[in-house]
């Protein structure tokens, strides 16, 4: 229904700093044209303007350089790769469990970090991938969690709704709906107290948007003027519900009533750059600010669904020709000459190359130990240690040195 994808387009509104790594292998980098400067600016309009709830929006006018859109594209187009052979494995069994897919919003992940810095704090729901990889993780430590590899981000013991890195401030991957938004109030609480000068991004879909707990938390940061950002991405359907049969207000940006909201066109990255980096001196000033980031998805909810029972396939290719992230971005380095389409299609084979030895690689990482699973339960030191009775050694045959059982029995 090409209707249903000119309704989803009417509704929208107004990357990482590079990963430690070059912006293209030397064999391509040589044969671009202005990147020899690459800090060079070039102002971009964003597709669409900004629209504010209680506050001012921004400029649609974004400053960027030839650099970082070439971050940009070579960011999203990993991040791209990499779902769509998580999708592969998958469905060769080499992921088990639950498995959500970013593609289509990865210009919310590699947006938001180019306005901040790892010491602020990002939590999301478990559609974490790509932000996991935007914060400076590695695709060997993100295959090997899938698969449930101990080199995997958490030891292979958390899976894909369950990716860390504490040490660039992500905070995970969260499997219980919403739940993460309180949590991420909380790390916005800590920041004001320890006034650390930086602010949370705490990560919902439209599907969490109704929960209690959300409104709870954004009451009490909003009473403390927490520097916590909301960011609802909204990629229209909560599972396979669309926005609109769940949400009797589906403008997400306005919900939080008395705390201002900005909705963004959450498919341009520029946009989201722009937008995040307002939010923050927003937050660090204001208190919390509520960002709607109008996104969509290609694959279903989680690899169990389809996607194709709820929505119609004209509606996914228009989107996908109309508002694809990773195309606006090739259609601007093209227009202002950084690279030509033949050096944008070496830099994608030399990443499906990457993201196909990072598979290889994972692959030969061992499980993780049976003993494991009596690990990370309990904070060691506070006399809550997990211990073994033998009959538990015996069933599973996986402890050197079993521990009397710490209840009733001395088995």
Known sequence: MAAAAARLASRQSPISKLLRRPLLPSCISSGLRHLSDQATPITVETSVPFVGHKCEPPSREVETTPGELMGFFREMAMMRR?????????????????????????????????????????????????????????????FAELMGRR??????????????????????????????????CGLAFAQKYLKEGTVTFAMYGDGAANQGQLFEALNISALWDLPVILVCENNHYGMG??????????????????????????????????????????????????????????????MSDPGSTYRTRDEISGVRQERDPIERVRKLILSHEIASAAELKDIEKELRKEVDDAIAQAKECPMPDPSELFTDVFVKGCGAEMKTCQRCVAALGCLSEPASCCSSTKE
Request: charge should be positive; proline fraction near 3%.
């Open 82 to 142: 990499m779902e769509i052979a998580a999708d592969s494995l998958y469905k060769a069994k080499l992921i088990r469990g639950f498995c959500h897919l970013y593609d289509g919003q990865e210009a919310v992940a590699v947006g938001m970090e180019a306005a901040i810095t790892r010491k602020d704090a990002i939590i999301t729901a478990y559609r974490d991938h790509c932000i996991f990889l935007g914060r400076g993780g590695s695709l060997v430590e993100t």
């Open 151 to 184: 080199a995997g981000c958490s030891n292979g013991k958390g899976g894909s709704m369950h990716f860390y890195k504490k040490d660039s401030g992500f905070y995970g991957g969260h499997g219980i709906v919403g739940a993460q938004v309180p949590l991420g």
């Open 241 to 302: 519900t669309a926005e609109w049969r769940a949400a009797k207000s589906p403008a997400y940006y306005k919900r939080g009533d008395y705390v201002p909201g900005l909705k963004v066109d959450g498919m341009d990255a520029l946009a989201v750059k722009q937008a995040c980096k307002f939010a923050k001196e927003h937050a660090l000033k204001n208190g919390p600010l509520i960002l709607e980031m109008d996104t969509y998805r290609y694959h279903g909810h989680s």
